[in-house]
């Protein structure tokens, strides 16, 4: 079977990172044994708290790591490199749960650009992703991420948005930029916190298939203010059945 590879990406603030856990639970839970890998792609770290991973070592670490001692004067070619060779660097750095494996990749103390950064967690996805069936990535808010190039190779480009003028705006972009830069296979939309149907004639995904409609889930706000994962949530929660029902649209079983 060919790895699936799927990116969660969209503004900042409409679920997405509730969604990459719940696409997570729903993989673990359909199929027991495979290979599946969370990649926390967004420097806000948050699907290790979705996810209630304890992260030791992210990616950032390794990166700082590999440049120190006079290494920040080599190329970005070279220093991506030195990354491939120590490989089991990254290996170490995931944490083993109950049926998948996480890798965050932190976030800089540097202000300013986060071009480096994502110039080997573009590597770091290419030379991990064969290794597992599944690869779930929460990216960044917001298109840098897809811009770079970072998330060329995924299979399933999954949006989110809100049914926000603003969201909708985001998600359309991602798509026009990912037209150009990534080699996905399939592509759609969640919306998330669609309370109200009578919203839905205004919302414009640009054409975009839309996967699934989640209403707001009062017990997702239960498991995160009791400090509980998306993992404990019940199969007939709102964000659950959207999830899958999204990841059946797409063809992922």
């Known amino acids: 079977m060919e790895n699936v590879i799927i990116t969660v990406a969209g503004k900042g603030g409409v679920g997405k990172t509730s969604i990459s856990a719940a696409i997570v639970r729903q993989l673990v839970h359909d ?3 495979a290979r599946i890998l969370a990649i926390d792609a967004d420097p806000a770290v948050g699907l290790a708290t979705a996810l209630n991973v304890q992260v030791t070592q992210t990616i950032d670490d390794i990166r700082k790591a590999i440049t120190a001692s006079g290494e920040e004067d080599k190329s970005k070619k ?4 030195l990354l491939g060779e120590s490989k089991f660097r990254i290996f170490d750095a995931m944490v083993e749960k109950d049926g998948f494996v996480f890798l965050a990749v932190g976030r800089p103390e540097a ?3 986060y071009c480096s950064i994502n110039s080997y967690l573009k590597a770091v996805i290419s030379m991990v992703s064969g290794e597992f069936d599944y690869v779930v990535i929460d990216g960044e808010a917001g298109i840098e991420q897809v811009n770079r190039r970072v998330m060329e190779n995924v299979t ?3 949006l989110v948005t809100d049914p926000s003028r603003k ?3 985001v998600i359309r972009t991602i798509k026009q930029v990912a037209d150009e830069l990534v080699m996905y ?3 759609g939309v969640i919306i998330n916190r669609f309370n109200d149907p009578a919203l839905e004639q205004f919302v414009d995904t640009g054409g975009i298939p839309v996967l699934a409609q989640i209403a707001d889930d009062s017990r997702l706000a239960m498991c995160d203010v009791q400090g509980k994962s998306v993992m ?3 199969d ?3 964000l659950v059945t959207g999830v899958r029902k999204a990841l059946t649209a797409m063809g992922i079983q």
């Open 167 to 169: 969201g909708t705006q």
């Open 111 to 113: 202000a300013g650009c």
């Open 236 to 238: 007939d929660s709102n």
């Open 78 to 81: 070279k220093a991506i490199e």
């Open 232 to 234: 404990e949530l019940p």
């Open 31 to 33: 199929h027991p044994g």
């Open 185 to 187: 296979k399939e592509i």
């Open 156 to 158: 399933h480009l999954i």
